[in-house]
T-cell receptor
C-alpha cells in the first residue's frame, strides 16, 4: 500500500538559514509527488509538484526514486515561510495520500 | 470568492445525531473529493466524484457516511448516528479533468465536534 512519511512533526530554523523538510514514500509504481502548505488560518494549497520541476517561493524538491524521497528545500528561510507543510503522493487520477505534516517555524 | 466553499465552517453535535455538510466546488471543476483530517494527521481520502458519479470510496467511509453530488455541482456529506470518533475537520476539494496535474483546490473545511 502507498504511504507517505514525514519524520519531523516540528522544525525550527532561524531566518536566513537553510531548511529541509523530509518526505519519504512507499509505492511500487511511478508516483506523482506534491508539497502542500497551510499558512495560519488559511486553506491547504499546492506549493509545488515534482513533474513541474519548478521553484516556488524559493522552495525546490527533487524526487529521488532510489531513496524514495521528495525532500523540500529552501536555501534561505524567511519568517513568512512559517506554516504546516504536507507531502502528498498521488497514484491514481483521483485521491491524494498525505503525510502527517511538518510544522515549520522560522525564528527571527 | 471563486474558490471551493464549505458550509458550515463549524458544527457541534451530540453523539447519535445526524449531521450534513455541504461543499460547493469551483464552478468549472467536474471532480470533487472529500477528505477527513484528525488532529496531528494529514488529510485522509474519503470519497471522489466525477460529475454526479461517485467513483471511489475509502474503507474509512463506514455505512454511517453517505455522500452525494446530485447534479454534478455541489456535494453533501452526511454522517448518521455520529460518534465521538467522527470529530475531525472535513475537507472538500475539487479539480478539473485534463491537463497534466489535475490540481486539487481545497476548501476551508468543516470542523465537526461530537460531544
Amino acid at each position: 500500500a502507498q504511504r507517505v512519511t514525514q519524520p519531523e512533526k516540528l522544525l525550527s530554523v532561524f531566518k536566513g538559514a537553510p531548511v529541509e523538510l523530509k518526505c519519504n514514500y512507499s509505492y511500487s509504481g511511478s508516483p506523482e509527488l506534491f508539497w502542500y502548505v497551510q499558512y495560519s488560518r488559511q486553506r491547504l494549497q499546492l506549493l509545488l509538484r515534482h513533474i513541474s520541476r519548478e521553484s516556488i517561493k524559493g522552495f525546490t524538491a527533487d524526487l529521488n526514486k532510489g531513496e524514495t524521497s521528495f525532500h523540500l528545500k529552501k536555501p534561505f528561510a524567511q519568517e513568512e515561510d512559517s506554516a504546516m507543510y504536507y507531502c502528498a503522493l498521488r497514484f491514481s487520477a483521483r485521491q491524494l495520500t498525505f503525510g502527517s505534516g511538518t510544522q515549520l517555524t522560522v525564528l527571527p | 470568492d471563486t474558490g471551493v466553499s464549505q458550509d458550515p465552517r463549524h458544527k457541534i453535535t451530540k453523539r447519535g445525531q445526524n449531521v450534513t455538510f455541504r461543499c460547493d466546488p469551483i464552478s468549472e471543476h467536474n471532480r470533487l473529493y472529500w477528505y477527513r483530517q484528525t488532529l496531528g494527521q494529514g488529510p485522509e481520502f474519503l470519497t471522489y466524484f466525477q460529475n454526479e458519479a461517485q467513483l471511489e470510496k475509502s474503507r474509512l467511509l463506514s455505512d454511517r457516511f453517505s455522500a452525494e453530488r446530485p447534479k454534478g455541482s455541489f456535494s453533501t456529506l452526511e454522517i448518521q448516528r455520529t460518534e465521538q470518533g467522527d470529530s475531525a475537520m472535513y475537507l472538500c476539494a475539487s479539480s478539473a479533468t485534463g491537463g497534466m496535474v489535475n490540481e486539487q483546490f481545497f476548501g476551508p473545511g468543516t470542523r465537526l465536534t461530537v460531544l
